[in-house]
């Protein structure tokens, strides 16, 4: 998969760094997956969760943050949409158009 905004992440554990080593993981695991629909996610990162619109909720940390992507599945590209910690996350009030 190919992630675009990655500057986003980096910006964003510049700003926090305790999330660091886990949305690095993460980027390293989605580079090297190539996803063809959600369950091939879910296989990768059980807890994930489909909020609908092409939009996925990724558990980061240990739900201590939460990363939002569009996923194209056939383009084989992910989008950052959102990262932040559960209770900024808490107060999206549509995330289906985040």
Known sequence: MRIFT???LKEYIIKVPESKIALQEWVSIVKKSEWKNFADIKN??????SVGNQRYVFNIKGNQFRLVVIIKFTIQFVYIRFIGTHAEYEIIKDIKNI
């Not at 990768?44 to 969760?49: A, C, G, H, L, Q």
């Open 44 to 49: 990768t990162f059980n807890s994930v969760d």
């Open 6 to 8: 990655e500057q986003t």
